[in-house]
Structures are given as structure tokens and as C-alpha cells.
């Protein structure tokens, strides 16, 4: 089954250290984004990519990085983690390939992170 | 601003009643969807609504848009335990350059 799937799904660490999500899929979208939700904040957007070449950020992208592999990949940074950085983080794909005029995402199952 | 607002933020129900969620945005937009969310969970696309007047049914749940009022209704008919969960509308304005807005999510409980 096509699918998006983030590695770790939950991940505890210090303030300061370098943290990476990574995400995956085989859906064969071209559109890949990163959100953080905190509780009853909904989803905030924090980059974006359209393909491999085209990367942008998002409403909240400072203290984050974002790194397009491949068109099937596309990671998060946090360069210095800190404690506010505490958050489920969601993966999600759209597809644009075929000029389809509307951007129904599909949601990995998220990774939990814990900053201390 | 770009803004999504929903209605209520929480709203607890017994089974077998009716309701509704509200979700107004701030501008021009028809393309409107719908997302569930349950607890510790992903997020799951239940509606996209594309234009104006378009009405989507799945079981209990319905959704509606009107563009020209700015709003969309979920509607829940006979609810049921199982429709417990978040449910979240988003909106891709034409000045957003199709990134989603989303609303800050409506927390439903139904209890049996």
C-alpha cells in the first residue's frame, strides 16, 4: 500500500543536541511538507517542498532545517534542539504532478519529540 | 491574514444526537477539506470540497461548503462512540500558494 512513514516515531533528547526526522514515501507525490502540532495550536507549516530543487519555508521554519533527498524523501532538522521544540511533528505528501488544482495532503504517522 | 476559524473547539454529546462544526475562513477560497484525528494518531482526509454548494456524505458525517458565506459545516447525524475524535478544516487560499491554513480543531466526545 502507497504510504508515508517518519522514522523515529518518538524520540526524547537534550537541549542543544542535533536532531533529525526523516520521512519517506512511495505514494509518488512531488509535494512533501513538515508541520508541528501543539495542543490546540491545530497544524503549523514549517517548510515545504515541491520537488527536489524547490524548498520554502513555512509559517514557523526558524531553528529548523529541511534537507529533499529525493523526490521520496524529505527530512527535518533541528540544528539545537530546544524545549519549546517540544511537539508532534507530521510528514505529509500532495500531488501536483498531473496539474491537479487541489492540495489534499496525506499525513505520516508523526513523531513524537521531547526536548529536556 | 489568512485565517480558519472553527466552532466550537469542544463538544461533548451523547449518542444518537445531531451537530454540527463550524469552519469560516477569511477569504476567497473553494477548496475546503476536512480532516479527522484521533488520539495520538495521524491525520485522515475525509472531505474535499472543491466548490461552491458541494455537499460530501460518508456514513454519519456530511460536509457542505458556501463560498460565498465563507464557511463549511460537518455534520454529524445519530452519533455514534466511534466518531469521537479531532476533527480539523482546512482551506488553500489563492494567495497561500496552495499551503493549507488549518483551524485550530474541533475535540468531539460522544458518549455511549
Known amino acids: 500500500d502507497a504510504d508515508v512513514t517518519q522514522t523515529p516515531r518518538n524520540r526524547i533528547t537534550k537541549t542543544g543536541k542535533r536532531i533529525m526526522l526523516e520521512c519517506s514515501q512511495t505514494?509518488?507525490?512531488?509535494?512533501m511538507y513538515w508541520y508541528r502540532q501543539d495542543p490546540g495550536l491545530g497544524l503549523r507549516l514549517i517548510y515545504y517542498?515541491?520537488?527536489?530543487?524547490?524548498?520554502n519555508k513555512g509559517e514557523i521554519s526558524d531553528g529548523y532545517s529541511v534537507s529533499r533527498q529525493a523526490q521520496a524523501k524529505f527530512s527535518l532538522s533541528l540544528e539545537s534542539a530546544i524545549p519549546n521544540q517540544t511537539a508532534l511533528y507530521f510528514c505529509?505528501?500532495?500531488?501536483?504532478?498531473?496539474?491537479?488544482?487541489?492540495?489534499?495532503?496525506?499525513f505520516g504517522p508523526g513523531t513524537r519529540l521531547t526536548v529536556l | 491574514e489568512l485565517k480558519v476559524e472553527q466552532n466550537p473547539l469542544f463538544l461533548s454529546m451523547q449518542e444518537g444526537k445531531n451537530y454540527t462544526i463550524y469552519c469560516n475562513y477569511s477569504t476567497t477560497s473553494d477548496r475546503l477539506y476536512w480532516y479527522r484525528q484521533d488520539p495520538g494518531k495521524s491525520l485522515e482526509s475525509l472531505f474535499v470540497?472543491?466548490?461552491n454548494g458541494a455537499v460530501k456524505q460518508e456514513g454519519r458525517l456530511m460536509a457542505s461548503l458556501d463560498t460565498k458565506a465563507r464557511l463549511s459545516t460537518l455534520h454529524i447525524t445519530a452519533a455514534v462512540h466511534d466518531l469521537s475524535a479531532t476533527y480539523f478544516c482546512a482551506v488553500d487560499f489563492m494567495d497561500s500558494n496552495y499551503q493549507l491554513i488549518w483551524g485550530a480543531g474541533t475535540k468531539l466526545i460522544i458518549k455511549p
Open positions: 505529509a505528501t500532495s500531488d501536483q504532478r498531473t496539474g491537479r488544482s487541489y492540495n489534499e495532503q496525506f
Open positions: 470540497l472543491l466548490s
Open positions: 517542498s515541491f520537488d527536489v530543487k524547490d524548498i
Open positions: 505514494k509518488g507525490h512531488d509535494r
